[in-house]
């Protein structure tokens, strides 16, 4: 069931550029068992669009099937969702985006929906350059169907049945750098400050941007043994960076710890700011990103943060050369060569 | 020579190639100069699921009485393939000709007595002219053809005008290929007595008629109808839906002043994705389709019934193929028909409509987005392999320049700022239909949540019982609306004229139409009727319960559209009788005539013609 939230908040709530404040972004809800990752996945979402001054009706939300694909349906109730099948979204995602290049397009998607039944919509979607943000909710299992193994499931990992993973896992960041995603992060729900402004920095690539983020299943997947359990998580958690995103020209200072300071400069004026924290790490280059994860996965950590970002992304618009114009604001007049011309063609078919 | 009757634009060729030697643009030089001798001529692709040296056939109706079905019975056979000549002896009528190359002597067992043998000579004589090895190949088969034109009175300078368009641009290459011509022409002036006595002779019965492929219109068809994205995943027979729609937009669709494209293509990694791109698109408000063949709308099955359930927009073309699974993946078949109406789980039912010519693949088009935008669901175009890999004779295509695209109940920023509280699926005009919103309209009104779950009028997921039968009746409301917005059917008589009727669908028209014709020779009355679209009309539902008797012709084993017609309108089953052809060949007229005959034989008296 989906339930509508209540509408008192508190009056003196700070407005956005656009005048709406945080509440404006939220969605109904949530009817996920308390305490599950997905539902601070999805406040940071509603943060980070209310920050970025997203015109709630200029994004579409879209996702495949499973717990994480329900989350659209709590956030950002002023836009279009589009709920569709099973391992199917980024698809329907890009039959999207090919008809109006102008919105913001943002996926949400699972680690059943992704690394198995959408595996190969996954890889042909970052293959393709698609303008969207995908975040895979990845608990490590299937919570909907009560709580079997999924394909990002750790080799050695117990579930709450008692039963130990034999496979060995998908490790969809790697994969999506590997793939030539121009943005790939990873998150933890339970790391509000780095999730939002990796999520920030996301919407804004003018490219595919990838966030795999550790979603705990409360229910089936946070016992002891779990490799995705909150206690796990925080145990082995390790971040590449701290990381900020700072829109064109906004002016905010931030306390940075030692270390060494790197600004990402995107094409629009937009600065990442990094705090690093690895070593022999570059979030501008591929090798490096892919060293960082293996190096961590071989100390048994979960490196979080921004892991790659290419600057000079191009989307599938680009490289397929479509109108700057959204295809679905075309006339007939623009788009049908009319009788006269279809006299000729009959012409020369004779 | 055989001093027979001379039988004049009556005659089929069949002409043995190898895939993949250039054969494929001599046969079709043939061809079109028969028809732009006037002269109704229908050429069919028989080819092997092979890219290179397996078997393939072009076999060539001309038809003085404009019979553009397939016809049994092989006048002349040319052989330029010793891997199938023993076969291809065998398919040639008693009577008939057998054109081999004569370079090597006949081993004794390829003689028949029956028939009439005329060698030439085409390696021996393309060795000698040419010496480039690619144009030894080449010119065997012009070579042919010039011996074709002048045993069979095709007019030489109708074929020369054709060269020199084909190689407009390349004018170097057009010599070399007239010469090959006139190779050929000389040999059978020397050594043959000519023309035989089945020929051409110059007509004008194809006035304004034009030649082109289905699957070209098709292409062409979704240009006229401002498709501006399309997806797809490459399968035989559908692929050059695709390829057409790509070199028509390149044509037309790409800005002059910034050299961008005002359309989208993406080639999919399968005909899921492929599917699902076009919902995308759809449900963002451009027109957007796909193409493919039976096995892949079997993959788009659950793709589709989200598309009915959520009520999105959806094009899709099925180039049928002869099934079941891979089939025979170059030979036709119309065995889609139950998986397309009714494809995906649940309860569910499609638009199909069901082009005969080019003309109407055209067409098809151009109401295939209509439909899809008035009605909110898929439509699905039924072609198959003959309509869409075969050049046809077909009126010309034509537009009407006033005709605007339908775009459905669509509503903008002015109608949703006027509106209390928007439903998605509220049907405010009692149809069934209901009024959408594309995302982007409106800062806070107008959105909503698309999804495949239950959900009740305000798109809100339901799980209640009531709201649930509420949409799916809804869905049938809609589904009644449809019958009177699809394409009727085309009856061919003003009143009753039989007991008995024919009922056909695309492609079978051509052998139906011939068939129908040689009946009224033999003083046999029945009517027909040609289905264009399901669901059915009230026409349909007439013609059928107006007749004791319904032959029902289809090219496939289990009768599906017989199944279709009694599920859909609960006839009889005892009134309708299969008229099947399901070997992968087009449907003949004489096929068709056993069949209607032997049931007319077993039947009663009362089930004759009145007359």
Not at chain 1, 27 to 46: E, N, P, R, V, Y
Request: proline residues 4%.
């Amino acid at each position: 069931m989906t339930y509508v939230r209540p509408k008192f908040r508190h009056p003196e709530l700070q407005k956005n550029k656009l005048g709406y404040t945080v509440d404006y972004y939220e969605g109904a809800l949530s009817t996920l068992c308390a305490g599950c990752g997905h539902d601070s996945i999805s406040a940071g979402i509603i943060q980070a669009a209310y920050e970025m001054n997203i015109e709630p009706h200029k994004l579409a939300k879209l996702s495949g099937i499973g717990c994480s694909s329900k989350t659209p349906a709590y956030f950002l109730s002023n836009s279009h969702g589009f709920n569709s099948v099973h391992g199917r979204m980024p698809s329907v995602a890009t039959g999207a985006n090919l008809a109006n290049r102008d919105l913001t397009y943002f996926g949400v998607s699972g680690d059943g929906d992704t690394a198995s039944i959408g595996m190969g919509q996954f890889v042909h979607v970052i293959r393709r350059s698609l303008n969207m943000t995908y975040i895979v909710m990845n608990n490590g299992c299937y919570g909907l169907t009560k709580g079997q193994d999924s394909a990002t499931a750790d080799q050695g990992s117990k579930n709450k049945g008692g039963n130990v993973n034999l496979f060995e896992s998908i490790d969809l960041a790697s994969l999506a750098i590997e793939l030539g995603a121009t943005f790939v992060a990873q998150s933890f729900s339970g790391d509000k400050a780095q999730l939002v402004p990796l999520i920030k920095a996301a919407m804004n690539h003018p490219g595919f941007a990838f966030i795999n983020v550790i979603s705990p299943c409360v229910t089936f997947n946070n016992n002891v043994g779990s490799t995705k359990s909150y206690d796990y998580v925080r145990e082995h958690i390790g971040a590449t960076a701290t990381v900020d995103f700072v829109p064109e020209m906004q002016e905010i200072s931030i306390e940075y710890g030692k270390g060494t300071h790197k600004n990402v400069t995107m094409h629009d004026g937009s600065v990442i700011q990094l705090h690093k924290l690895a070593e022999d790490w570059n979030p501008l280059d591929r090798q490096s990103a892919m060293n960082a994860v293996i190096n961590a996965k071989a100390k048994n950590e979960i490196l979080t943060g921004l892991l790659y970002v290419n600057p000079d992304a191009h989307d599938l618009h680009d490289i397929i050369k479509t109108s700057d114009r959204p295809l679905n604001t075309l006339t007939k007049e623009e788009l049908c060569p009319g009788s006269e011309m279809l006299n000729e063609i009959n012409a020369d078919l004779r | 020579m055989a001093g027979k009757t001379d039988k004049i634009n009556d005659f089929v060729v069949r002409f043995a190639n190898v895939n993949g030697t250039g054969s494929a643009s001599a046969n079709f030089l043939f061809t079109k100069a028969i028809f732009r001798m006037g002269v109704p001529v229908t050429p069919k692709n028989i080819f092997p699921s092979n890219i290179q040296g397996l078997p393939t056939w072009y076999e060539v109706r001309v038809s003085e009485k404009g019979y553009l079905g397939r016809r049994e019975g092989i006048d002349l056979l040319v052989s330029v393939n010793p891997q199938s000549m023993l076969n291809d002896i065998k398919s040639v009528r008693t009577g008939g000709y057998f054109l081999y190359d004569s370079s090597k002597k006949l081993h004794a067992e390829y003689i028949r007595e029956d028939i009439n043998y005329i060698g030439v000579p085409l390696m021996q004589m393309c060795n000698e002219a040419y010496t480039d090895a690619r144009q030894r190949q080449l010119f065997k088969n012009i070579i042919y053809v010039g011996a074709l034109a002048t045993l069979l009175d095709i007019e030489f300078n109708v074929l020369e005008d054709l060269l020199s368009e084909q190689f407009k641009g390349k004018e170097k290459l057009i010599p070399a290929n007239v010469k090959a011509l006139k190779l050929g022409v000389d040999y059978i002036h020397a050594n043959y007595k000519y023309p035989l006595e089945f020929r051409v002779e110059r007509r004008d019965l194809l006035k304004d008629k034009i030649m082109i492929e289905g699957n070209s219109a098709c292409g062409l068809g979704a240009v006229y109808a401002g498709a501006t994205v399309a997806a797809w995943y490459p399968i035989t027979p559908s692929t050059s839906v695709v390829e057409a729609f790509m070199d028509y937009s390149a044509e037309f669709r790409v800005d002059k002043i910034t050299g961008k494209n005002n359309f989208a293509i993406v080639q999919a990694e399968d005909e899921l994705s492929a599917i699902g791109m076009v919902i995308g698109a759809s449900w963002n408000g451009a027109r957007s389709f796909t193409a493919t063949s039976g096995p892949g709308v079997s993959l788009m099955n659950e793709f589709l019934g989200l598309a009915y359930f959520a009520e999105i927009p959806t094009v899709l073309v099925d180039v049928q193929r002869t099934g079941p699974s891979t089939g025979m993946p170059t030979r036709t078949q119309q065995s889609d028909i139950m998986e397309a109406a009714y494809a995906s789980h649940g309860d569910t039912k499609h638009v199909l409509l069901f082009p005969s010519t080019p003309k109407e693949c055209f067409e098809s088009m151009l109401d295939a987005f209509d439909l899809a935008e008035g009605l909110q669901t898929p439509v699905i175009v039924m072609t198959d392999l003959d309509l869409g890999m075969n050049d046809h004779v077909s009126p010309p295509l034509t537009f009407d320049d006033s005709r605007e695209y339908k775009r459905g109940k669509v509503l903008d920023a002015a109608a949703l700022e006027k509106i209390e509280k928007f439903g998605r699926y509220l049907d405010i005009d009692k149809d069934g239909i209901t009024y959408r919103t594309l995302p982007g309209t409106h800062p806070s009104k107008g959105s909503f949540f698309t999804r495949g779950t239950s959900r009740d009028e305000y798109a809100t997921y339901t799980e209640d019982s009531a709201a649930y039968q509420h949409n799916m009746d809804r869905l049938i409301r809609k589904w009644d609306t449809a019958k009177n917005m699809v394409p009727a059917p085309q009856v061919y008589q003003k009143k009753n004229e039989s007991k008995n009727g024919i009922l056909f669908f695309g492609t079978s028209q051509y052998a139906a139409e011939e068939a129908m014709d040689i009946l009224k020779e033999e003083k046999i009355v029945v009517d027909a009727i040609r289905l264009k679209s399901f669901p059915f009309n009230k026409d349909v539902e007439y013609f059928i319960n107006s007749h004791d008797t319904v032959f029902v012709i289809e090219q496939n084993r289990d009768a599906q559209m017989k199944s279709l017609l009694m599920i859909e309108l609960g006839v009889d089953p005892k009134k309708l009788i299969s008229v099947l052809n399901y070997d992968g060949m087009p449907i003949t007229a004489d096929n068709i005539l056993n069949q209607v005959k032997v049931n007319l034989r077993s039947s009663s008296k009362s089930l004759m013609s009145k007359n």
